[in-house]
């Protein structure tokens, strides 16, 4: 009988002994090698699992479900609140972002400059941005024409909204260099 | 019979010292003064014997010596500094500005910044002077390996330090440092096969989920960079370089002693 339960350890027996930890040895409860091992094995199976579940739980909690960032997406007023030719500094600090118009429209500009992420400085008597870690300037557009930086300012998507507010969206970004900046939500006709 | 000792022949031989100090009393023999190494948990990572010739300073250029000691220094140092600094964004600049100008001996803030650029000064030198030497070789290569380790700590350490200031020059120089993490290999948003972990439209590896953002703890640094690099600097990166120092300094020892000329 106590061989049957051994090899079938899914069935329970009507009549359990009692656990072999309450200190009654018995000759069906003593440890087999084979039992041992499976024990161990089951032991060490436990143990990493612990133990990997505890790592990612740490990796996860370096990524918080909130973060107190500006949003991604902001209104920026009415195109009337624009002047035609002017680099636009009001979102810059909060949201990052330069909004030039232009006469035949608007386009939103990325303040973080691609050759190492400082932000340039828009110096209007010169008619560029030149960012003060390492030189690099653009022109109003947004394209590189001095230094290090490799490729032209990121655009943002720039669209109205439905009460004719721009609406202007950090998430998605068009770049010249790949052929995006054609994209009719890259520049906004007014 | 009854002979006058001394006080400190009677320290040693009395219970408090040789309680602490296990080999009875004062060392004479070779072996005695073998065993106080051995017996004691810091000496013990030390080796027993250094052959004369091997401390010779135009070989060893004491430069990992020297690593430790600036690291002690670093320590104490930092310490002293943790209880004026708050590590927020109102804060962390005046605080600094405080400890410079108000607080006594404004130069611990110097010390600090001198012994740190000092630090890793030595720890090059210290691996240009190994490899120069060859003592890289078997049976030491795993503590080459772990020596590395603890460079790039004391790299991190350093990292981590610039942006406590939180002036212009920090905060701008963990930018830059902090936009290389971008371009991890599958881990960072702009690095190679990251566009990989996509689902049409949706990228898994964004600005928001990359391991830049583990670093700085947002998009951009702010008010979470500055806590996760001072908590990294005083608590994390000192906790894990002293258990590599552990080790490296016991397997100078495991590894037949600091390495000779030839």
């Known amino acids: 009988m106590p061989e049957a339960n051994k090899k079938k350890s899914v069935a329970v027996p009507p009549a359990s002994p009692p656990p072999a930890a309450l200190g009654k040895t018995n000759a069906g409860s003593e440890v087999t090698r084979r039992s041992f091992f499976s024990w161990l094995s089951i032991g060490w199976i436990a143990f990493v699992a612990a133990t990997g579940g505890f790592f ?15 949003v991604q997406t902001f209104r920026a007023g009415y195109p009337e609140d624009y002047q035609v030719g002017e680099v636009d500094l009001r979102w810059k600090g909060k949201y990052g972002t330069w909004v030039v118009r232009e006469s035949e429209g608007i386009y939103a500009l990325s303040t973080v400059c691609t050759h190492l992420g400082c932000t340039p400085n828009w110096l209007s008597a010169e008619q560029k941005f030149k960012c003060p870690c390492h030189g690099s300037g653009f022109r109003k557009t947004g394209i590189n024409f001095e230094g290090p930086a490799p490729r032209p300012l990121e655009r943002f998507r720039i669209v109205l909204a439905d009460d004719g507010q721009i609406i202007v969206d950090k998430t998605k970004k068009f770049q010249q260099e790949k052929g995006q900046w054609v994209d009719p939500e890259a520049f906004l006709k007014v | 019979m009854s002979e006058k000792k001394g006080l400190l022949k009677r320290l040693a031989e009395g219970q408090v010292w040789t309680s602490i100090f296990r080999g009875g009393g004062v060392p004479k023999s070779r072996r005695q003064r073998m065993m106080v190494i051995l017996n004691s948990v810091f000496l013990h990572l030390h080796p027993v014997r250094l052959p004369k010739h091997a401390v ?78 060859g003592s890289y070789k078997p049976p030491r290569e795993f503590n080459w390996a772990v020596g590395v380790i603890l460079l790039l700590l004391t790299l991190l350490l350093s990292f981590t330090g610039y942006l406590l200031p939180w002036d212009q020059l920090a905060i701008w ?30 990228n898994f590896v964004t600005m928001a989920s990359d391991v830049r953002f583990a670093l700085i703890g947002g998009r951009f640094l702010g008010e979470a960079t500055l806590l996760r690099f001072y908590v990294l600097h005083c608590i994390g990166l000192p906790f894990i370089i002293m258990i590599f120092m552990a080790v490296h300094f016991w397997r100078i020892r495991k590894d037949g002693g600091i390495s000779t000329p030839m």
């Open chain 1, 56 to 70: 990612t739980m740490m990796l996860r909690f370096f990524y918080p479900n909130v973060l107190f960032e500006p």
């Open chain 2, 56 to 133: 010779k300073l135009k070989f060893t250029w004491c430069m990992g010596g020297l690593s430790f000691f600036l690291f002690l220094i670093l320590t104490i140092s930092g310490i002293l500094l943790m209880f004026y600094y708050r590590p927020t964004i109102e804060y962390a600049y005046v605080d600094i500005i405080d400890l410079a100008e108000q607080v006594p001996f404004g130069i611990m803030r110097e010390i600090h910044r001198w012994g740190a650029h000092a630090m890793v000064i030595t720890v090059w030198l210290h691996m240009f002077r190994v490899f120069m030497t």
């Open chain 2, 173 to 202: 120089a963990i930018t830059v440092g902090s936009n290389m993490a971008r371009a991890t290999p599958f881990l960072g948003s702009e690095g190679p096969g990251a566009a990989l972990l996509a689902i049409g439209d949706i």
